[in-house]
């Protein structure tokens, strides 16, 4: 069955980092209702075994910290970033967590590179493990942004990263409000890797993120079939249906 139907499309976030709105996106303060700083919205685990991830909306520097908490708590190893910057990467690093660019137009299906290193980056932070290849979490950025810092912090152990350390590692992916761009990897990923169907993975995601796929999206979406191949980052390995 279609799931075409009017969805938000992703939300602009206010210079004070806090979403307006309803929905699942309020706002959310993980020090308790006395913070005097919010998040924008409660960040979303989606879970289904090897395939770990955390959808947020997009942190500011003046909060990153409480996103950094949230990752911890999810043993977040490497964050994922597909929107405009917002801030700089020097805590991310310094918690052991690798942040990967892969910024791509607002309200539109991600381009073939995209692709490529998403599904690349998901194989080897959480699925090759499984299957007795490369160690988990922890993984270098493939997008030529700079990890060193986050590799020396994950050795040292440093917060919710450590690689192989990680029982359970998860990749954080956010895009301007966590209901468009971010989502729609995380359901490219759960049908590459976790045999759902189009429409399945939106329902799944859809479950525990209200709004989450704006129409667009998600015909791109129904389309979607199934084509990554291990080794194949930039080489065509995955197939963009416009």
Not at 14 to 21: H, I, S
Not at 55 to 75: T, V
Request: charged content about 20%; glycine content about 14%; hydrophobic content about 35%.
């Amino acid at each position: 069955p279609s799931l075409v139907r009017k969805s938000s499309m992703e939300r602009r976030i206010p210079a004070d980092g806090v979403a307006q709105g309803g929905g699942s996106a309020g706002k959310f303060a993980p020090g308790g209702p006395g913070s005097s700083i919010l998040i924008g919205s409660k960040p979303t685990p989606i879970s289904v075994p090897p395939l770990r991830f955390l959808i947020m909306d997009a942190p500011r520097q003046a909060n990153l910290h409480l996103y950094i908490k949230e990752c911890r708590r999810h043993s977040v190893t490497d964050v994922v970033r597909v929107c405009e910057p917002t801030y700089l990467p020097g805590d991310l690093n310094a918690a052991g967590m690798a942040l990967h660019e892969m910024a791509y137009a607002d309200g539109h299906s991600p381009p073939q590179d995209v692709l490529d290193r998403w599904l690349s980056l998901v194989d080897e932070v959480l699925v090759s493990k499984t299957r007795g290849g490369k160690a988990a979490g922890g993984g270098a950025a493939s997008d030529g942004s700079d990890s060193t810092a986050a590799s020396s912090a994950a050795a040292n152990g440093a917060g919710g990263g450590g690689g192989g350390n990680v029982t359970n590692p998860t990749i954080a992916v956010h895009c301007v409000a966590g209901l468009g761009r971010a989502p729609v990897l995380v359901a490219i990923a759960l049908v590459e890797f976790a045999n759902m169907d189009p429409v399945e993975a939106v329902t799944h995601i859809r479950k525990h993120r209200r709004g989450a796929i704006n129409e667009k999206q998600l015909q791109y979406l129904e389309k979607y079939r199934r084509s990554y191949k291990r080794g194949a980052a930039g080489e065509g390995g995955c197939c963009v249906i416009s």
